[in-house]
């Protein structure tokens, strides 16, 4: 036999060409360390966060950022493609129902209850080697990371969380003592995983309509009925509303629940997994409708208060729901800024198009708007559980707001990036796809765009007046934000009056009901720019903050002229800051906030 030949120049220029034009399709973020990247997100956890949590937490979000855009989003993309499988009897026929989930997922599950225990770093000591519960604001910031790759498994992470948030403020204490060890437990092979069951067809967002019945038979508590949309289906433990036998119709006769998946003996509890859902997105993670054939469960709390301690888990679940959307809008602008900057049309970058360039603004400024919101909401959280009750009145109306918007805000968003990447981005194998898929359940769980309006409106702002909490909040950070140009800060000021005014007037008239989601959106649109004037401002801050606010101003606070030119000077000058790699300061943007 001959050795092979080398080959020559002339035979390589004759060689089949193999990469057959791969390399004009733009990179996707595949690979990037997440937290690394995002600038807005390094500078603000330093604001706040304590000094000496940030420096010891630090290490734990520059190694999550990198697993989201790295293992984590891998396993993520395997898992999307390798949705759960219900199986409903064993070989002996016996309805001994479980789930099957991909091996992608267990170990997604692996990092997320294991490694860095999601489920207990804010009840516990321990996460993360911190020998306190970590603050709302790093729990939130990890979620934030960890969600840019993975959406689905974030539910059972954030419901488990929730429900022993419950367990701990409204349970027995021979009930803590039986579930919280469980629940609590940094071994992923022991520890029980919670959920929780509210969804039945006569009862979405009209809880007061559910019809599970709970008899209490022998000092045991039986439930009978069926929960129609329950996601983390296998839980170990879930939460739910039934109303025991003989109580009153309504929302005042609804009772809350722990149901075991197992009995003490080891043994099934008497309710099915009758099918598993086939969803647009979040198909990674099993959700299905459950039949309680009177299932043993034990009642939480007070039994004429079920729906009001229930609330508690829906209203931290929305919060969650908020910090979701605000990372998949994250994980949509990178996208959408990678592709901008590799990609080439017409001979050009298509980074360097106007027209694109307006495009990458429209999803931006609402990302960097619900990342300021959520860390705010955060750190009210954190100042409500040490006492404040200014912050516990704050983090009433902000919650709603969060949930409200930024769910709403991530749909377009995520369009609006997978039309960046073009045909590309509407095929399985890019992210994209399933950044649209998923982003459209946020406006679905935890209650409707329209409930969280109402909720808003007729309740933070009509009944709790937590509103006027949030507008003193906010003067004083404008009063504080003294690099900020005062004629800036005065239109702030006129754009917050304006919108409190018509927020109050919406609640104080039913007949403008229909107007709740118009106040609603306008009171995240002002909070948002003053939140993003006020850390502009702050010292060693990355002053680009301050031009997002102004366009919030100019754009979703301003009257408009749809037949007129909507781009000014000060636009395509702010375009070119934005757009830059480089820190900026306060005196490169002031005089583009007072012209």
């Not at 437990?185 to 520890?191: C, K």
Request: proline share 4%; aromatic share 8%.
């Amino acid at each position: 036999m001959h050795a092979p030949q080398s080959q020559t120049s002339s035979d390589k220029a004759q060689a089949p060409d193999f990469d057959r034009g791969a390399h004009h399709i733009a990179p996707d973020c595949a690979g990037q360390n997440f937290y690394a990247r995002d600038r807005g997100l390094r500078d603000l956890l330093q604001m706040y966060l304590e000094p000496d949590d940030f420096r010891r937490l630090e290490p734990h979000f520059d190694r999550l950022g990198a697993l989201a855009g790295g293992r984590l989003d891998e396993l993520a993309r395997a898992a999307d493609r390798h949705p759960p499988v219900l199986n409903a009897r064993d070989r002996f026929g016996r309805d001994e129902d479980w789930i099957d989930y991909h091996s992608s997922y267990r170990e997604m599950e692996n990092i997320a209850f294991g490694d860095f225990q999601f489920h207990a770093m804010s009840h516990r000591a321990g996460a993360l080697g911190m020998e306190r519960p970590l603050p709302a604001v790093a729990k939130y910031a990890l979620q934030y990371l960890f969600v840019q790759a993975e959406f689905g498994l974030m539910c059972p992470i954030s419901v488990t969380d929730t429900s022993i948030h419950l367990i701990r403020k409204f349970a027995s204490a021979e009930l803590k003592d039986y579930l919280l060890p469980k629940m609590l437990s940094g071994d992923v092979a022991a520890m029980w995983k919670g959920t929780q069951f509210m969804t039945e067809r006569a009862g979405g967002s009209d809880v007061g309509a559910i019809e599970t019945v709970a008899r209490c038979e022998d000092g045991v508590w039986r439930l009978s009925g069926d929960k129609w949309f329950c996601s983390h289906a296998d839980a170990d433990v879930a939460l739910l509303l039934a109303r025991p036998e003989g109580a009153a119709a309504g929302t005042r006769g609804l009772a809350l629940f722990a149901l075991p998946r197992r009995l003490k003996d080891g043994s099934r509890n008497a309710y099915r997994i009758v099918r598993l859902k086939d969803k647009l997105g979040t198909r990674s993670m099993a959700s299905g409708e459950i039949r309680l054939e009177g299932a043993v469960a034990y009642l939480v709390g007070e039994a004429d208060r079920g729906l009001k301690q229930m609330m508690e888990q829906v209203n931290l679940s929305r919060l969650s729901h908020g910090v979701r959307a605000a990372a998949m809008m994250r994980r949509c602008v990178n996208e959408a800024l990678v592709c901008a900057h590799t990609r080439t049309a017409f001979g050009r970058t298509i980074i360097d198009y106007p027209l694109l360039r307006r495009q990458l603004l429209k999803i931006t400024v609402p990302t960097e708007q619900a990342l300021s919101m959520f860390l705010f909401a955060a750190s009210s959280m954190d100042r409500a559980n040490a006492g404040a009750k200014e912050a516990e009145s704050c983090l009433r109306i902000l919650t709603p707001l969060l949930k409200f918007r930024a769910c709403r805000d991530n749909i377009p968003v995520a369009t609006g990036a997978m039309e960046v990447r073009g045909g590309n981005g509407y095929i399985e194998e890019w992210v994209n796809a399933r950044l649209v898929r998923d982003a459209h359940i946020g406006v679905l769980w935890e209650g409707t765009s329209n409930i969280n309006a109402l909720d808003i409106i007729t309740r933070a702002v009509g009944k709790s007046r937590a509103h006027r909490t949030l507008e003193a909040a906010l003067a004083n950070l404008l009063d504080a934000a003294t690099p900020i140009p005062p004629s800036f800060r005065d239109r702030l000021r006129l754009a917050l009056g304006r919108t409190l005014a018509f927020a109050e007037r919406v609640a104080a008239k039913p007949a403008l009901e229909e107007t709740a989601r118009q106040a609603a959106s306008a009171l995240y649109h002002v909070t948002s720019a003053i939140l993003m004037t006020s850390e502009a401002a702050r010292p060693k801050a990355d002053a680009r903050r301050a031009l997002y606010a102004r366009f919030v101003l100019e754009h979703r606070l301003s009257a408009q002229d749809p037949l007129a030119p909507a781009t000014g000077e000060w636009e395509r000058q702010a375009a070119e800051i934005l757009f830059s790699q480089r820190e900026v300061s306060i005196g490169e943007v002031v005089g583009l906030l007072s012209d």
